[in-house]
């Protein structure tokens, strides 16, 4: 994964359903890795969640030591990693500036991500909702976030022809 410039990693995910739904999201916005922690999702991924089959083409692996693996991968400094979660002295995501090389790390749906990986973190963000999001509606946001706040994305109909479903050919009226 040297090449990388954008990983997910979920902290000891629970929920099958939202991993799946993370995977589909790295899909859309062209995530390059997803890694996980711990053991609930390993224990629940047999129920086929991925409904795009997105891991076959983007790794999600299982990762001990998250932090430790990061620096045997990538030079210092070369990536950032922001933690994500609801943690008192966090910068809201509107005022958050994506780095170009990012490792977001996000808690579990029953916990938070432990003190000892937020003080390694080079940023700590969160979503100014009330009350908390689920674990696949927060990774949609902020990647939907670093991909409206980038000069990079592809802006056209060759697009959306492309991504839209087979069902779909509606057009907007000419006027």
């Known amino acids: 994964m040297a090449k990388n410039k954008v990983l997910i990693a979920l902290i000891n995910p629970k929920s099958p359903t939202n991993v799946g739904a993370v995977m589909r999201a790295a899909g859309c916005y ?35 030591d998250l932090l430790n693996n990061l620096s045997e991968n990538y030079s210092n400094n070369d990536i950032k990693v922001v933690c994500v979660d609801l943690i008192e002295g966090a910068t809201p995501l509107p005022n958050f500036i994506h780095p170009e090389k990012a490792l977001y790390i996000f808690g579990p749906e029953d916990g938070t991500i432990k003190q000892s990986v937020v003080n390694q ?24 976030d670093r991909l409206a706040k980038s000069t990079k994305h592809i802006t056209d109909n060759e697009l959306i022809k492309k991504s839209r479903d087979n069902n779909n050919r509606v057009k907007v009226k000419s006027i």
């Open 121 to 144: 973190a080079d940023a700590v963000v969160y979503i100014p909702t009330i009350g908390c999001l689920n674990l696949a509606a927060t990774v949609n946001v902020v990647l939907y």
């Open 30 to 64: 062209a995530v390059d890795g997803v890694l996980y922690t711990g053991n609930r999702y390993a224990l629940t991924m047999k129920l086929k969640t991925d409904t795009k089959n997105i891991s076959a083409t983007i790794p999600l692996r299982n990762e001990p």
